[in-house]
C-alpha cells in the first residue's frame, strides 16, 4: 500500500496531521498551532487547494467562564477569497447574549443574534431562548425561539415569510411523554405515550408488570401523512392506538422460563388492525393472533 499517514502533536500548541493516498487522490495536510488563552492558527492543505485561518480570543477563560467573551476570526479560502468573522458573548441583569457574523469577501454568510434568559430557584427552573438568524446574504432569514419550562421544552422557527414550524415535547415522569409538532399553528401529528412508572406498573420479588398505552394522530397535511400514504403497504391514518401488557410471574415457571403474558392490541381509526396474545400462565399455553390486514394482503383466511 502507498497510503502514509502522520500524526504530530505537542499537547497544548501543536498538531500535525498528515494523509496522502495516491490512488484515491488524496494528499491532505492539516497544521494546528495554539498559543493558550490567545489565539490559534489553523491551515488545511488538500492538494490544489488551500485554506488557513486565524482565530484571536479575548476575555474567553475556559477555567472560569462567565459568558463574556470575544473571537475573532481572519482566513482565506481555497480561491482566495478573505474569511472573516466575530462572535461576541455579553452579559446582564435580563440575560445573555451571543452574536454570531462571518463573511466571505463582502458576502454575509451568517448572521446569528441569540438572546438567552434563566430563572432558576429552589422550586422551579426555566430557560428561554431567541435567534434571529439570516443566512447565505439574507437568502433565508427568521426567528428561533426555544424554552423550556414545568418539564416542557418548546422550539418554534419563524421564516421570513412569517410561517411558523413549532414542536414540543413534554414529558413527567408519572404521567408520560407528549410530542406535538404544528405548522403555521395547526398541529400536524401528535404522539402520547403513559409512563412505565405510573401506579398500573410493577416490579417486585413476585410479579413484573407493565401496562404502557402509545396514542398518535396525523393530519392529512403533515409530511408524516403523505410518506406513510405512499411508502408503507396498509396505508396511513388519522388516528392508532397501541395497548401493551407484559406480565410475568417471578414466583411459577415451567420448564424453561417463568409465565408469562403477552398481549399487544392495536386500533387504527377504530378498527381493529392487531390483536396479538401469548400466555403460558394457563393451561393449555395459548397463543392468538388477529391481523386482517395483514391476512389480507398475503391471502390467510383466518386468525392464527
Given at each position: 500500500s502507498n497510503i502514509e499517514m502522520k500524526l504530530e502533536c505537542e499537547r497544548?500548541?501543536?498538531?500535525?496531521?498528515?494523509y496522502v493516498n495516491p490512488s484515491?487522490?488524496?494528499?491532505?495536510?492539516i497544521r494546528i498551532?495554539?498559543?493558550?488563552?490567545?489565539?490559534?492558527?489553523i491551515e488545511i492543505i488538500d492538494g490544489a487547494r488551500k485554506h488557513d485561518l486565524t482565530i484571536k480570543v479575548g476575555n474567553l477563560d475556559f477555567r472560569n467562564l462567565d459568558g463574556v467573551f470575544d473571537?475573532?476570526?481572519?482566513?482565506?479560502?481555497?480561491i482566495g477569497e478573505p474569511i472573516t468573522g466575530r462572535i461576541t458573548g455579553?452579559?446582564?441583569?435580563?440575560?445573555?447574549?451571543v452574536k454570531v457574523e462571518f463573511a466571505k469577501g463582502n458576502k454575509k454568510l451568517i448572521q446569528l443574534d441569540s438572546k438567552i434568559k434563566h430563572i432558576s430557584s429552589p422550586i422551579a427552573y426555566s430557560i428561554s431562548t431567541l435567534t434571529k438568524y439570516s443566512l447565505l446574504g439574507g437568502a433565508m432569514q427568521g426567528k428561533l425561539s426555544s424554552k423550556f419550562e414545568n418539564s416542557v421544552l418548546t422550539l418554534k422557527i419563524t421564516n421570513k415569510a412569517k410561517e411558523t414550524l413549532e414542536l414540543t415535547v413534554s414529558v413527567v415522569l408519572e404521567k408520560g411523554l407528549t410530542i406535538e409538532g404544528k405548522k403555521n399553528g395547526e398541529s400536524m401529528w401528535m404522539y402520547k405515550t403513559s409512563s412505565p412508572f405510573d401506579n398500573t406498573n410493577k416490579n417486585n420479588a413476585d410479579v413484573f408488570e407493565l401496562n404502557l398505552v402509545t396514542d398518535m394522530t396525523l393530519s392529512e397535511?403533515?409530511?408524516?401523512?403523505?410518506?406513510?400514504?405512499?411508502?408503507?403497504?396498509y396505508g396511513a391514518f388519522h388516528s392508532r392506538q397501541m395497548k401493551i401488557h407484559i406480565f410475568v410471574d417471578k414466583k411459577h415457571k415451567n420448564k424453561l422460563a417463568p409465565k408469562f403474558k403477552v398481549e399487544v392490541h392495536l386500533m387504527?381509526?377504530?378498527?381493529?388492525?392487531?390483536?396479538?396474545?401469548?400466555?403460558?400462565?394457563?393451561?393449555?399455553?395459548?397463543?392468538?393472533?388477529?391481523?386482517?390486514?395483514f391476512f389480507k394482503r398475503w391471502a390467510i383466511k383466518q386468525s392464527s
Amino acid at each position: 500500500s502507498n497510503i502514509e499517514m502522520k500524526l504530530e502533536c505537542e499537547r497544548d500548541t501543536k498538531l500535525n496531521v498528515k494523509y496522502v493516498n495516491p490512488s484515491k487522490n488524496r494528499d491532505i495536510h492539516i497544521r494546528i498551532v495554539r498559543v493558550p488563552g490567545k489565539s490559534a492558527s489553523i491551515e488545511i492543505i488538500d492538494g490544489a487547494r488551500k485554506h488557513d485561518l486565524t482565530i484571536k480570543v479575548g476575555n474567553l477563560d475556559f477555567r472560569n467562564l462567565d459568558g463574556v467573551f470575544d473571537i475573532n476570526v481572519e482566513g482565506t479560502s481555497n480561491i482566495g477569497e478573505p474569511i472573516t468573522g466575530r462572535i461576541t458573548g455579553t452579559r446582564n441583569a435580563q440575560g445573555q447574549r451571543v452574536k454570531v457574523e462571518f463573511a466571505k469577501g463582502n458576502k454575509k454568510l451568517i448572521q446569528l443574534d441569540s438572546k438567552i434568559k434563566h430563572i432558576s430557584s429552589p422550586i422551579a427552573y426555566s430557560i428561554s431562548t431567541l435567534t434571529k438568524y439570516s443566512l447565505l446574504g439574507g437568502a433565508m432569514q427568521g426567528k428561533l425561539s426555544s424554552k423550556f419550562e414545568n418539564s416542557v421544552l418548546t422550539l418554534k422557527i419563524t421564516n421570513k415569510a412569517k410561517e411558523t414550524l413549532e414542536l414540543t415535547v413534554s414529558v413527567v415522569l408519572e404521567k408520560g411523554l407528549t410530542i406535538e409538532g404544528k405548522k403555521n399553528g395547526e398541529s400536524m401529528w401528535m404522539y402520547k405515550t403513559s409512563s412505565p412508572f405510573d401506579n398500573t406498573n410493577k416490579n417486585n420479588a413476585d410479579v413484573f408488570e407493565l401496562n404502557l398505552v402509545t396514542d398518535m394522530t396525523l393530519s392529512e397535511k403533515s409530511v408524516i401523512y403523505k410518506f406513510i400514504s405512499e411508502k408503507y403497504p396498509y396505508g396511513a391514518f388519522h388516528s392508532r392506538q397501541m395497548k401493551i401488557h407484559i406480565f410475568v410471574d417471578k414466583k411459577h415457571k415451567n420448564k424453561l422460563a417463568p409465565k408469562f403474558k403477552v398481549e399487544v392490541h392495536l386500533m387504527k381509526d377504530g378498527a381493529k388492525a392487531i390483536d396479538f396474545i401469548v400466555n403460558t400462565t394457563t393451561s393449555p399455553y395459548k397463543f392468538n393472533l388477529v391481523a386482517p390486514n395483514f391476512f389480507k394482503r398475503w391471502a390467510i383466511k383466518q386468525s392464527s
